[in-house]
Nanobody, 120 residues
Framework: QLVESGGGLVQAGGSLRLSCAAS????????MGWFRQAPGKEREFVAVISASGGTTYYADSVKGRFTISRDNAKNTVYLQMNSLKLEDTAVYYC???????????????WGQGTQVTVSS
């Protein structure tokens, strides 16, 4: 089970940190990704971190502004979002996959999502 938290309303240029807490004993076996879906748009990839936490990959739209990290001792993955833009408004989902940088179809578990709204 994956549970996201940390979403909310923030002004453009501000920051938020999302958290995703996982239950179970095999968290460290999974690559963890963040995805987002804006109203009327398809879900899109945001960032992914390898099972060990040693490798990360970002969508071009968030590179340099967002940072993904994980704490395997706490079964938690984070998404630090800085310099937020209006277009970052979306529901953000975390997901777990046994394949690093695999397509969305390879993610086996998904959270329920947390809303991030960026205002002007």
């Amino acid at each position: 089970q994956l549970v996201e938290s940390g979403g909310g309303l923030v002004q453009a240029g501000g920051s938020l940190r999302l958290s995703c807490a996982a239950s179970g004993r095999t968290f460290g076996n999974y690559a963890m990704g963040w995805f987002r879906q804006a109203p009327g748009k398809e879900r899109e990839f945001v960032a992914v971190i390898s099972a060990s936490g040693g490798t990360t990959y970002y969508a071009d739209s968030v590179k340099g502004r967002f940072t993904i990290s994980r704490d395997n001792a706490k079964n938690t993955v984070y998404l630090q979002m800085n310099s937020l833009k209006l277009e970052d408004t979306a529901v953000y989902y975390c997901a777990a996959s046994l394949i690093f940088r695999g397509p969305a179809s390879t993610y086996l578990y998904w959270g329920q999502g947390t809303q991030v709204t960026v205002s002007s």
